[in-house]
């Protein structure tokens, strides 16, 4: 009962000052809403990537030009990879399936008097198994293309309707780099990966984009953007992997570090999750000082709650309360205000989470480890810092105390 009456007391001593208990608790409300909300839109981002890049195919590897320092400091990657490397490794590792070189390049496409900066990819006719993507109508590229580099495009959806509309864009004509194309098929839809809609691309023969858009650029053949190659299973991946570094080492005379790197889905789907991770631990910390900051004030006020009420500490002395009834008191208070911020910040953190999840591509992703960890800090914060104010109120001398009765 007694402490029943504590609690009873604590929250009637609040509620008369209604106004300066919401702003104390308003730096614990923003602090556990912002660690919640940061936390569940992090871990929303990473969920996003990994379902991206289950959209790559499980067992889908990346050869990519350039050594490792070149890849982590420059766009520009030196021209390493060539055609005949694609076709070697194709004819010559044994567990891979399929292999898809391509070449990409932003450029200008123009069709029925609309202009617009697109993604241009040449490609071979294994793009499409290699990469998991499929046609909603029309044709892909076909070996005759490549051999002929005959002049059509397969367009994305996003294109398609930009420029087309309902109508069927398949038999009419677009220009790239002024160059007319013939329009074959359109693309399903495939969404966004990396920062890139990949249903803003238009698909041309890796012959033509060789020849006619970009021009021979390497002295040892058709320079390629990468190449991305599909093991014949999942247990083949890593022998794929060191198969296909072996045969480029050979075929480019390496002797020291790679001039090329080979990645897997699940090596760019890590390294993307340690960036986010990393970048969603940071903000939390930064979101947790004002966890601090609230604390602070749950302190401050408690002390001025401590000079505010001397008189009510002396009397509550002189008629037998001890020190630690005095202490018990004010840590209540300041554990209330910690509690039920914390409370009302989450509440508000996981509606953020939902409303971002409502308007856009992330998912709301609640982690009720973030939440039981904010509540407990919140919780943990009041204790800690109206200790300081509580011990004060229960050092008051009551014959000082009654004095200014």
Do not use: C
Request: net charge positive.
């Amino acid at each position: 009962m007694k402490i029943i009456k504590s609690i009873e007391l604590a929250v009637k001593t609040l509620t008369a000052n209604k106004m300066r208990s919401g702003l104390t608790m308003l730096g614990i409300i923003i602090g556990n809403a912002s660690v919640i909300a940061t936390i569940g839109i992090g871990q929303g981002a990473q969920k996003l990537a990994s379902e991206q890049f289950e959209g790559l195919g499980p067992n889908v590897l990346f050869v990519v030009p350039g050594n490792q320092k070149a890849r982590q400091t420059t766009f520009n990657l030196p021209k390493t990879l060539v055609w005949e490397d694609a076709k070697a490794i194709a004819n010559q590792v044994p567990s891979v399936k399929e292999v898809a070189p391509q070449i990409n390049s932003r450029e200008v496409i123009t069709s029925r008097n609309q202009n617009f900066n697109s993604l241009i990819v040449g490609t071979t006719p294994e793009f499409l198994t290699v990469r998991s993507f499929d046609l909603a109508r029309g044709r892909f590229v076909n070996p005759i293309d490549i051999k002929r580099n005959n002049k059509v495009a397969i367009l994305g959806s996003d294109i398609a309707t930009r420029f087309f509309g309902n109508q069927n864009p398949v038999g009419k004509q677009l220009r790239v780099k002024n160059i007319s194309f013939e329009i074959v098929g359109v693309m399903e839809p495939k969404g966004s990966l990396m920062g890139t809609n990949q249903d803003e691309t238009v698909y041309i023969p890796l012959s033509t984009m060789a020849n006619q858009i970009m021009g021979k650029t390497s002295p040892f053949g058709i320079d390629l953007t990468f190449i991305s190659v599909s093991a014949k299973d999942e247990n083949n991946i890593e022998a794929a992997q060191f198969q296909i570094e072996n045969l480029l080492r050979l075929r480019h005379k390496i002797t020291g570090e790679d001039d090329f790197g080979v990645q897997s889905q699940k090596d760019i789907l890590e390294i993307v999750d340690n960036i986010t991770g990393g970048l969603t631990m940071m903000l939390a910390a930064i979101a947790a000082i004002s966890l601090i900051v609230g604390g602070i004030g749950v302190m401050n006020i408690m002390l001025v709650s401590v000079t505010e009420r001397t008189k009510e500490i002396g009397l509550r002395k002189a008629i037998g309360a001890r020190e630690k009834d005095i202490l018990f008191q004010f840590l209540i208070e300041a554990v209330i205000l910690s509690g039920v911020g914390g409370f009302l910040g989450t509440f508000i953190g996981i509606s953020g989470v939902f409303l971002v999840g409502a308007i856009s591509p992330l998912s709301a992703t609640i982690s009720p480890i973030a939440i039981v960890i904010a509540v407990g800090v919140s919780g943990g914060i009041g204790l800690f810092f109206g200790v300081f104010p509580a011990q004060q109120a229960a050092k008051l001398d009551p014959i000082v105390a009654l004095r200014s009765l």
